[in-house]
Nanobody, 125 residues
Framework: VQLVDSGGGLVQAGGSLRLSCAAS????????MGWFRQAPGKEREFVALITRSGSSTYYADSVKGRFTISRDNSQSTVYLQMNSLKPEDTAVYYC???????????????????WGQGTQVTVSS
């Protein structure tokens, strides 16, 4: 199983970025997909998740209304559209896969079986 994160970069506050996570080696549509982030000196924290079919999404309060998670099961890819970025969004962002056939909607990193390598997002003020 391989998850490859991409799309990070340096952006000014108020700007936007779109992260992508391309999955291979798994039956993508059977996995709940999540995004997490980790800032220096802090624990990895939940950002968003999307259920297997894409019918339900969940967000951390800190990103609700600004970030949107989506997936394309035909392309085995999950996305995170990030708008109105703030300096406090600066972190390494990781996609993660929980499954197969998981029916839970977990906010806990330890429940996810596979992880991407991470992509750095830096928001300047």
């Amino acid at each position: 199983v391989q998850l490859v994160d991409s799309g990070g970069g340096l952006v000014q506050a108020g700007g936007s970025l779109r992260l992508s996570c391309a999955a291979s080696g798994l039956t993508f549509s059977t996995y709940t997909m999540g995004w997490f982030r980790q800032a220096p000196g802090k624990e990895r924290e939940f950002v968003a998740l999307i259920t297997r079919s894409g019918s339900s999404t969940y967000y951390a309060d800190s990103v609700k209304g600004r970030f949107t998670i989506s997936r394309d099961n035909s392309q085995s890819t999950v996305y995170l559209q990030m708008n109105s970025l703030k300096p406090e969004d600066t972190a390494v962002y990781y996609c993660a896969a929980d499954g197969p056939a998981s029916i839970r909607t977990s906010y806990r990193a330890r429940d996810y079986d596979h992880w991407g390598q991470g992509t750095q997002v830096t928001v300047s003020s």
